[in-house]
């Protein structure tokens, strides 16, 4: 039985682009921890720790810091793995599945919405076609994640993702 999704504008977030690197580098970049820190938060923020399992239930945790040095562990699991295709992830779960309770994300004390997240790529002329997705479980929460800069913040990663590719990373 194959997962469904139904998208819904006041609890989703959801951004497409084409990237100009093949879909596989792509897939590498979010997969492995070594090549996901450079490029994971937008600068001057940055990624200083990752663990990922990839597998349904599997963990996914990251470290970021602020330009102050204040460190904000985030972690989660993966609810769906379809390598090269899509990635599905959420922070309302912890890994082998146990639920989670709400921590602050990305820096801000008041933003400790739970969320799932989702990254499909599909081979493009021009490259990737690169769509991620942020599932709220609230509007409340969908509403601080776009104040937060949802869209400007995951497309300023994605540049970075890009940039580090292209330079043969």
Same mark, same amino acid.
């Given at each position: 039985?194959?997962?469904?999704?139904? /998208?819904?504008?006041?609890?989703?977030?959801?951004?497409?682009?084409?990237?100009?690197?093949?879909?596989?580098?792509?897939?590498?970049?979010?997969?492995?921890?070594?090549?996901?820190?450079?490029?994971?938060?937008?600068?001057?923020?940055?990624?200083?720790?990752?663990?990922?399992?990839?597998?349904? $239930?599997?963990?996914?945790?990251?470290?970021?810091?602020?330009?102050?040095? /204040?460190?904000?562990?985030?972690?989660?699991?993966?609810?769906e793995v379809v390598p090269n295709e899509k990635l599905v992830w959420t922070n309302a779960l912890?890994? $082998?599945?146990?639920?989670?309770?709400?921590?602050?994300?990305?820096?801000?004390?008041?933003?400790?919405?739970?969320?799932?997240?989702?990254?499909?790529?599909?081979?493009?002329?021009?490259?990737?076609?690169?769509?991620?997705?942020?599932?709220?479980?609230?509007? /409340?929460?969908?509403?601080?994640?776009s104040e937060m800069g949802f869209e400007a913040g995951w497309g300023a990663a994605l540049d970075?993702?890009?940039?580090?590719?292209?330079?043969?990373?």
């Amino acid at each position: 039985m194959k997962p469904v999704y139904q /998208a819904n504008s006041r609890l989703d977030l959801s951004f497409t682009r084409v990237v100009d690197v093949p879909r596989a580098m792509v897939w590498r970049a979010w997969t492995e921890p070594d090549l996901l820190k450079p490029w994971f938060c937008p600068l001057p923020w940055t990624t200083i720790d990752c663990e990922i399992d990839l597998r349904p $239930g599997g963990v996914f945790r990251t470290v970021m810091q602020s330009p102050e040095g /204040a460190q904000f562990p985030n972690q989660g699991c993966y609810l769906e793995v379809v390598p090269n295709e899509k990635l599905v992830w959420t922070n309302a779960l912890l890994p $082998g599945f146990r639920p989670s309770l709400p921590a602050a994300t990305c820096g801000s004390e008041d933003a400790n919405f739970m969320f799932t997240a989702m990254l499909e790529l599909a081979d493009d002329a021009g490259g990737t076609r690169y769509t991620a997705t942020v599932i709220h479980a609230d509007e /409340a929460g969908c509403k601080k994640h776009s104040e937060m800069g949802f869209e400007a913040g995951w497309g300023a990663a994605l540049d970075q993702l890009v940039a580090m590719l292209k330079r043969g990373v």
